[in-house]
């Protein structure tokens, strides 16, 4: 089974080579922002999405963007078969979103569906998992 850390580490060495890099070369160092900001899919007609924020894919977010009376979830799938996360957004089309913080786990989401409680979905969206490549 491959872990987070396991993964999380091999993108750490990848940023220390590139940050020795640039003290070598006296560059002016600024923090890219990550690879990713994580990876989204949305409901076709804007009824709502659903997203990975970070570059682990930990942090699970939903968001209701109709005000239909219809409510909206994100369904993540989590790596190494481990199972099925749904993350609703409780207070409907209303400001804010609903989330979940699974970045204390071992685990991340593989591919994320966002879908309307009337069964209109969104595309399903595959991660790129911890590395953030
Ligand atoms: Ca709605």
Redesign the pocket.
């Known amino acids: 089974m491959k872990t987070k850390a396991m993964v999380a580490g091999g993108a750490a060495k990848g940023v220390r080579a590139t940050l020795i890099a640039a003290a070598a070369t006296g560059a002016v160092l600024v923090l890219a922002a990550p690879a990713s900001a994580g990876w989204g899919t949305s409901i076709p007609g804007g009824?709502?999405n659903a997203r990975t924020i970070g570059v682990q894919e930990d942090y699970f977010q939903a968001c209701?963007t109709?005000?239909?009376n219809?409510?909206?979830y994100g369904r993540f799938i989590l790596a190494n078969s481990a199972g099925t996360v749904d993350v609703s957004d409780g207070n409907?089309?209303a400001a804010g979103c609903g989330e979940q913080d699974w970045t204390q786990t071992p685990y991340w989401a593989t591919r994320l569906q966002a879908i309307?409680r009337d069964g209109i979905a969104s595309p399903w969206k595959n991660t790129d998992g911890p590395s953030g490549v």
Do not use: C, K, L, P
Request: aromatic residues 8%; proline residues 0%; negative net charge.
């Open positions: 009824y709502g209701d109709a005000a239909n219809i409510g909206v409907g089309s309307q």
